[in-house]
C-alpha cells in the first residue's frame, strides 16, 4: 500500500494537496500547517507547493464559495491559515538570502479596491528565490501612489494584481498612469480575474500576463535580459 511519503518521496504533490484541502475544509489549522511541514521534511520544492497545494486549494476554496458552499467567514479563514503555512515554507527557504538580489526589481501591488493578498505574497516569494529584489507594496493602492513608488525605488517592473473582472478598467487606467510617468520599465497583470478570461489581461495594456507564479518570474527575467 502507497504511503503519503512514498508518493512525495517520488515528487508528487497531490495527497499532501487532498490532505492540505481538506484541513481548510474543516477549517483545521494544526492539519493544515501539519501537512505543510510534512511536504518540506520529504522535501517538496517551495514552489511546487505554492503552485501545486496552496493555489489550487484556495482556488477550490473559491468554488465552494460561488457554489454557495462555503461562507466568506470559511474564505477569509483559508486565506488566514495559508498565509501562516506560506510562513513555514518562506522561513525555511529564505534564511540564506544575500541582502541584495541582482536579477532585477519588481514592486508587487494591488489595483486600488482589490482585497486579495496571498497571490501576490506567493509571487513576491517566488521573484525572491529567483534572485529579483522586492518591493512587496501589496494593500490596494491608487494609481498616483503605484506611479510615484515606481520612480523612488526605480523598480524594472510592476506586478499588478486584478482578482475580479470589474476592476480590469481600474488596471487600465494604472497602467496608462504608469505610461504617462516618466518612469519606462515593465508591467505584468495576473491574479484570478484572469484564469479562466486570459485574453482579457493585454487589453489593460500591460506588457504580459503570468499564470502562474513560476511562469511570471520566468517571462519577466527573459524580458528584462533582452532590454538591457
Ligand atoms: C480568499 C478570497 C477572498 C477573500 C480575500 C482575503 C484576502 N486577505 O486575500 C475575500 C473574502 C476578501 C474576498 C472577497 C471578494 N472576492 Co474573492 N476570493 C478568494 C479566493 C477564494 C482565494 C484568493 C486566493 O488567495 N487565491 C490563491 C492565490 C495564490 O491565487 P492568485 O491570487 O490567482 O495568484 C496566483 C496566480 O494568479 C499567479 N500570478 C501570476 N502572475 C501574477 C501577478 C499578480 C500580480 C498576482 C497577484 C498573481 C499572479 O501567482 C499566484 C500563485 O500561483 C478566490 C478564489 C480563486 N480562484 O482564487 C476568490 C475570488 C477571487 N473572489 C471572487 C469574488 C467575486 C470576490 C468578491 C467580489 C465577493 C463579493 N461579492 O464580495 C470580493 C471582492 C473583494 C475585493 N474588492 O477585492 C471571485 C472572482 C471572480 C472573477 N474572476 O471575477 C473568486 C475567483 C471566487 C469565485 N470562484 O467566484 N475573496
Same mark, same amino acid.
Given at each position: ?12 504533490? /497531490?495527497?499532501? =494537496?487532498? /490532505? ?8 483545521? =489549522?494544526? $492539519?493544515? &500547517?501539519?501537512?505543510? $511541514?510534512? !511536504? ?5 520544492? #517551495? ?30 479563514? !483559508? ?11 518562506? &522561513? ?49 493602492? #491608487?494609481? +498616483?501612489?503605484? !506611479? ?12 499588478? &494584481? ?6 480590469? +478598467?481600474?488596471? @487600465? ?10 518612469? +519606462? ?15 482579457? @489581461? ?17 517571462? @519577466?527575467?527573459?524580458?528584462? /535580459?533582452?532590454?538591457?
Amino acid at each position: 500500500m502507497e504511503t503519503t511519503m512514498d508518493s512525495l518521496n517520488r515528487g508528487d504533490p /497531490k495527497p499532501i =494537496f487532498e /490532505k492540505y484541502l481538506q484541513a481548510l475544509q474543516k477549517g483545521l =489549522f494544526n $492539519q493544515a &500547517s501539519q501537512t505543510t $511541514q510534512e !511536504a518540506l521534511q520529504a522535501g517538496l520544492l #517551495p514552489e511546487t507547493i505554492y503552485e501545486e497545494v496552496f493555489t489550487p486549494a484556495l482556488r477550490m476554496v473559491g468554488d465552494w464559495w460561488e457554489a454557495g458552499q462555503a461562507t466568506v467567514a470559511q474564505e477569509h479563514l !483559508a486565506t488566514g491559515i495559508t498565509t501562516y503555512c506560506r510562513n513555514l515554507v518562506y &522561513s525555511k527557504h529564505s534564511v540564506a538570502l544575500p541582502v541584495s538580489l541582482s536579477v532585477g526589481k519588481v514592486l508587487l501591488t494591488n489595483i486600488d479596491g482589490n482585497h486579495h493578498t496571498l497571490g501576490l505574497n506567493l509571487l513576491s516569494d517566488v521573484f525572491q528565490w529567483r534572485g529579483w529584489e522586492v518591493f512587496p507594496l501589496f494593500c490596494s493602492l #491608487p494609481e +498616483e501612489e503605484v !506611479a510615484a513608488a515606481t520612480l523612488l525605488y526605480q523598480v524594472d517592473l510592476v506586478c499588478l &494584481s486584478v482578482a475580479v473582472l470589474s476592476q480590469v +478598467e481600474s488596471a @487600465a487606467s494604472t497602467i496608462k498612469a504608469l505610461r504617462q510617468s516618466n518612469w +519606462e520599465g515593465l508591467i505584468e497583470v495576473g491574479g484570478p480575474a484572469f484564469i479562466h478570461h486570459p485574453e482579457k @489581461a493585454l487589453q489593460t495594456g500591460a506588457d504580459f500576463y503570468g499564470q502562474t507564479a513560476i511562469d511570471t518570474v520566468e517571462k @519577466a527575467t527573459q524580458l528584462l /535580459k533582452a532590454r538591457v
